[in-house]
């Protein structure tokens, strides 16, 4: 009898309290300063060094580069950058080793959708995916 009284006057002490339920999407969500989102990509900055890819534990990245056509320049230039959010964990260690921070975390999380190909995102969607960007100029 005297466990059923202490969860009782635990509940009703907890209903005295503020709520913390967030009427999301209504309300927009404030995010703490290193809330780690999906990854914008800035294709002019890359190097093509595929140290991100090497340093993905999931290895859900795609990088391919070829060799630059213009003689001024030389290097790699980037051909392909595919990411595969289906197997993705959002660790933040391709940002981390990126050189020329060509790849910065957003506060954007949003990738619902009702197909699992819709989750395979390619270079353009990525450059395009600049909205929120943290740590980094878009």
Request: include cysteine; glycine fraction near 6%.
């Amino acid at each position: 009898m005297l466990g059923f009284a202490k969860g009782m006057a635990y509940t009703f002490k907890q209903l005295t309290k503020k709520k913390v339920t967030h009427m999301y999407p209504d309300q927009e969500m404030v995010w703490p300063e290193r809330f780690r989102g999906i990854q914008h990509f800035a294709p002019e900055k890359c190097i093509v060094c595929n140290q991100c890819a090497r340093i993905c534990p999931t290895n859900c990245i795609n990088l391919i580069g070829k060799k630059s056509e213009d003689p001024n320049k030389k290097g790699k230039v980037i051909d392909t950058y595919d990411i595969n959010f289906e197997i993705c964990i959002l660790c933040d260690l391709c940002t981390e080793v990126c050189p020329t921070e060509a790849i910065v975390m957003t506060t954007n999380f949003e990738l619902a959708s009702y197909s699992r190909d819709e989750l395979f995102k390619n270079l353009e969607w990525l450059d395009d995916n600049n909205t929120n960007v943290r740590g980094g100029d878009a």
